[in-house]
């Protein structure tokens, strides 16, 4: 068997999980020295640091002011379901589904026995985003974390809709644009684009959104962690940093450091532009790669944070489903023993392939000097095949 020669330099961070992601560049626990720690969280200095991770996150989000920010349990799926349980009930609802959270979504419409219309799309493609109906609230996905597909845009939300939209943009957020005016709910986790650390979600509330809470008394039982109002009101001291249940100081440190490192290259505006130069690494790679492509079939959708790459090279499409699956979890594996590359395998209920996280914590050079392993990993297993042939 001829074995391809391995490339001679390695990525400096082979670190490429799409959740949670890499730490910003230069992290160490020294960044952690002056979390609050031993104190509790609504002591001064523990309240302080959760308004602070506010704060911080509305400018440099751009969240309007008038929109409300809170630090809620279970990451962002405590977040999106915490709006679900609380929220829906009042209208019929769209959930656009094209990956396994948004399919989350529509199982937990069924446990809400909610009025529902369930739009899908395989993996790679978009569903009709224009069967949103404006007298209905929206549920969707901005950025497909399973799937690499990301809606290209906000305008097929109606200005004029009389119902909520919720948008999960847990790998969106600090990486992709998103519209305030077309958003009444968005969620999103640390662990994602900025590289903080899980259990913790972001819930931001429009106007709109605080009035169906204050409007709308769903029937049905709310767990604690759940409750966003008192006596028919919305709880305002939640997005003061009064939070519901206990948070980790240690993370929001952690989340702190991470905004005032995303502050200090440039903010969103420099987030966003590094996801998307670690993307174009990949994108000009394929272009030139005839074994590889992306699993987002209109280039307009493919996300700038997890860019997720199939194998279309006839050798590979030739083998059974179970065979590819084999050939993809190999690939992963064989990176990670070189150490070229962490994490990267497709998502366990994805079609077979890779899933590279390009978000803004990751260097564009360790993006380029992944791509010639990418390329001896499939030389060196499809010799394996030959062989085994």
């Known amino acids: 068997m001829n ?26 626990t020294d960044a952690l020295k002056d979390a609050a720690l031993g104190r509790s969280h ?8 959760l308004k602070e991770a506010i704060d911080r996150t509305r400018a440099i989000l751009g969240v309007p002011a008038e929109h409300k920010i809170g630090i809620v349990p279970a990451s962002d799926t405590g977040a999106v379901e915490m709006a679900m349980w609380s929220m829906l009930g009042a209208r019929p609802v ?3 589904a094209w990956e396994s959270f948004g399919e989350e979504w529509v199982a937990d419409a069924k446990q809400l026995k909610l009025d529902f219309a369930a739009h899908k799309a395989g993996y790679g493609a978009l569903p009709d985003l224009a069967a949103a109906r404006k007298d209905a609230d929206i549920i969707f996905t901005q950025n497909g974390t399973t799937s690499g597909v990301k809606i290209p845009n906000f305008d097929w939300i109606a200005a004029d809709r009389e119902g909520l939209t919720i948008n999960d943009a847990t790998s969106a957020a600090f990486a992709q644009a998103v519209d305030w005016a077309k958003c009444d709910v968005v969620t999103f986790s640390w662990q994602k684009v900025l590289g903080g650390e899980g259990a913790h979600g972001m819930l931001i509330l429009s106007p709109r959104a605080i009035a169906r809470l204050e409007s709308y008394a769903p029937d049905r039982p709310l767990p604690k962690i759940f409750r966003l109002t008192k006596k028919g009101k919305v709880d305002l001291e939640i997005f003061e940093g009064s939070t519901i249940n206990t948070p980790s100081l240690l993370a929001t440190e952690d989340y702190i450091d991470a905004l005032k490192w995303a502050e200090s ?15 174009k690494v990949l994108a000009d790679w394929a272009a030139r790669t005839p074994w590889v492509d992306f699993l987002a079939a209109d280039p307009a959708t493919r996300s700038n944070t997890s860019v997720c790459l199939k194998v279309v090279d006839p ?3 030739a083998l059974s489903a179970e065979a590819q699956a084999e050939f993809a979890k190999k690939f992963a594996s064989l990176l990670e023993k070189e150490g070229a590359a962490l994490d990267v395998g497709s998502y366990r209920a994805a079609p077979p392939g890779l899933r590279i996280w390009c978000g803004g914590t990751v260097d564009a050079a360790d993006v380029e000097a992944l791509t010639p392993w990418l390329d001896w990993a499939f030389e060196a297993l499809v010799a394996e095949l030959k062989q085994a042939a």
């Open 3 to 28: 074995t391809p020669a391995k490339p001679a330099v390695r990525p400096a961070d082979p670190r490429f999980s799409s959740g949670p992601t890499k730490k910003r560049p230069g992290w160490t």
């Open 42 to 49: 609504r002591a001064k200095p523990g309240k302080a640091k």
């Open 94 to 96: 769209d959930i656009f």
């Open 265 to 279: 290259i440039g903010g969103l505006a420099a987030l966003q532009a590094r996801a998307d130069a670690n993307t």
């Open 315 to 317: 050798r590979v499409a």
